[in-house]
């Protein structure tokens, strides 16, 4: 047997491979979902929270401030172990699933009600003023106004730090939850040999590296022209 | 003079330590073209922009069109729809067409169908010669055209007062003229208009009064030529000449 064949043979086993297809799919389909949720809730609740700190009450902003500055400085996977290893202790255990979906969702939360501030500061003082002048209240001139602009400014930088929490639905595999990685390596033991990793890199390269390849093409087309 | 429909008194402004209006009276009568020049920093826009409370006058009072705006009970986006703005920058939507910019008040604050709006938009893009780039965006109109946008988002919505603010100070010498004819026109159609500008051939032939503000007070008032041929003050006779000079 030569080198190369005991690469093949150990690496890209296709014996191995068949045997675990279907597991590897099963976990694309769990990390899609979890992906999805962490997508939608994260921004929404990112979104909520910046036009929250618009209406400048005080006490509120030092308290979204300070819940964002939060979930900003601590590692993903920190978050993911004190929900799920620390909330059952207050009377709540939730799953894997569900702990690896609430963390990854605060932290896409906290980044994108920056990257959304952000946008709404950057839009000039002018058109607040021309807004208000013609009679549109605070809320019209933010809804209509503002946050059209505000969020097309913040389309690149939003796209680019939502894969990067996204593709954090690995951190999921230490805590049970069977998307790709987490099936991929119970493979890897259940068959001693190391090929349902690669399939499992397969797999993340076909879920994300279309999304990486669109958001390189949101860059350019919401690149801001006046 | 018929009665007034500004009425401005003793309006005071402190932003922080600094005293930028020093007790200004104003009364502008219906149909009135009043122009308004000083020198940079005296006060000017800040005062504009008390009379429709973009700014808040730290006492005083204002009224307008018989609405007290400083009151608390006023609805003041309300009031805002009788008294339009025009400023320096235009500050046009730069996400909306021409049309979009002018009917987005007529339908979320006046309250009229998309159909009515844009009727009425279309109208007042006609009146300052622009019906034709009505679904252009601000980034494709020339300065001139922005600014004529910004006067139809200001007369779509029928003000009975219209503030100008150094409407062609951010324009090339050759589109200065387009903004002002349509000025003129306005001021034809009998609009009461205040005008914060250095346009003197404007103010000569166009209003009924001249006021020369400095810091934070007015210093002088009167008819064009009495202003500028025969200043009284000192301080107006100063600022007349330095800008004549130019
Ligand atoms: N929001 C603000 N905060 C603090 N100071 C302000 C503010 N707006 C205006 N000022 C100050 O108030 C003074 C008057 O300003 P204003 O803009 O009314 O002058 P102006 O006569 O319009 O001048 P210009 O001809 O340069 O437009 C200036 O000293 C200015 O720096
Ligand atoms: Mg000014």
């Known amino acids: 047997m030569s080198t190369w064949d005991r690469f093949v043979e150990t690496f890209f086993n296709a014996k191995v491979m068949v045997k675990y297809l279907p597991d590897i799919l099963s976990g694309m389909v769990v990390t899609i979902e979890l992906a999805v949720l962490i997508v939608l809730s994260g921004l929404l609740a990112g979104l909520v929270l910046a036009l929250l700190r618009a209406l400048a009450i005080r006490p509120l902003n030092w308290l979204i401030i300070f819940v964002v500055d939060l979930f900003r400085s601590l590692p993903p996977l920190v978050i993911i172990v004190l929900i799920y290893f620390g909330l059952p202790a207050a009377g709540v255990s939730p799953s894997g699933f569900v702990s690896t979906w609430l963390s990854l969702a605060f932290v896409l939360m906290a980044f994108s009600e920056e990257i959304f501030w952000a946008g709404i500061t950057s839009i000039p003082k002018g058109q607040w003023e021309a807004s208000r002048s013609t009679g549109l209240s605070f809320g019209q001139t933010l809804i209509n106004v503002v946050l059209p602009q505000a969020l097309r400014l913040t389309i690149p930088p939003l796209t680019n730090r939502t894969i990067a929490i996204t593709k954090g639905t690995a951190l999921g595999t230490v805590v049970a939850v069977t998307e790709i990685l987490g099936q991929a390596s119970s493979a890897v033991s259940n068959s001693y040999n190391p090929s349902p990793l690669m399939m499992g890199a397969a797999a993340y390269l076909v879920l994300f590296l279309p999304v990486v390849v669109a958001a390189r093409w949101v860059e350019t087309k919401f690149a801001w022209k006046r | ?246």
Do not use: W
């Open chain 2, 1 to 246: 003079m018929s009665k007034p429909i500004v009425e401005a008194r003793e309006i005071h402004k402190h932003f922080g330590h600094l005293h930028v209006l020093k007790g200004v009276d104003l009364e502008v009568a219906e149909r009135e073209l009043v122009f308004v020049i000083g020198p940079s920093g005296s006060g000017k826009s800040t005062l504009l922009r008390c009379l429709n409370r973009l700014e808040e006058p730290s006492s005083g009072s204002v009224v307008v069109d018989g609405i007290d705006m400083l009151d608390p009970r006023t609805d003041i986006n309300h009031a805002r729809q009788r008294i339009g703005m025009v400023f320096q920058s235009f500050n046009l939507y730069p996400h909306m067409t021409a049309l979009g910019n002018v009917t987005l008040a007529l339908r979320k604050v006046a309250g009229k169908s998309r159909a009515e709006a844009d009727a009425l938009g279309l109208a007042a893009l006609q009146r300052v010669g622009l019906a034709d780039r009505a679904g252009h965006t601000p980034g494709q109109l020339s300065g001139g055209q922005q600014q004529r946008v910004a006067i139809a988002r200001a007369i779509a919505l029928e003000p009975r007062v219209m503030l100008f603010d150094e409407p062609t100070s951010a324009l090339d010498p050759e589109l200065v003229g387009s903004v002002l004819e349509v000025m003129r026109d306005l001021r034809q159609s009998g609009m009461t208009m205040i005008v914060v500008s250095h346009e003197m051939g404007f103010a000569r032939n166009a209003a009924d009064r001249v006021m020369f503000m400095d810091d934070g007070l007015i210093v002088e008032q009167g008819p064009p030529a009495a202003i500028f041929e025969n200043p009284t003050q000192e301080r107006t006779r100063a600022f007349i000449g330095q800008i004549q000079r130019h």
